[in-house]
């Protein structure tokens, strides 16, 4: 199984950046996915989901209003649209992958570093 986030980069204060997180391996509809960050310094942090029908998202309070989840089941992706980047949006960037019967994610991505500047 793998998961594969790209889509970070370097962005001023205000912008937009949309992560995607491919998978394969899996049976992507089977699953339940998700973004986390990590500051440096800090714990990982939940940043959004989405449910296997892509009909329910949740966001973590800091990015509600700004940041979008979608998934694409044919394409068996994952994206994370971030409007109005703020400095204390930087971080690594990862995506998981839970299947609904299990509170824990059983698969994460390798991270993309996001860097917003002021």
């Known amino acids: 199984v793998q998961l594969q986030a790209s889509g970070g980069g370097l962005v001023q204060a205000g912008g937009s950046l949309r992560l995607s997180c491919r998978t394969t391996?899996?049976?992507?509809?089977?699953?339940?996915m998700a973004w986390f960050r990590q500051a440096p310094g800090a714990e990982r942090k939940f940043v959004a989901s989405i449910n296997r029908n892509g009909d329910n998202t949740s966001f973590g309070d800091s990015v509600k209003g700004r940041f979008t989840i979608a998934r694409d089941n044919a394409k068996n992706t994952v994206y994370l649209q971030m409007n109005s980047l703020k400095p204390e949006d930087t971080a690594v960037y990862y995506c998981?992958?839970?299947?609904?019967?299990?509170?824990?994610?059983?698969?994460w991505g390798q991270g993309t570093q996001v860097t917003v500047s002021s």
């Open positions: 391996g899996l049976t992507f509809i089977g699953y339940s």
């Open positions: 998981a992958a839970r299947e609904p019967s299990s509170l824990r994610y059983t698969y």
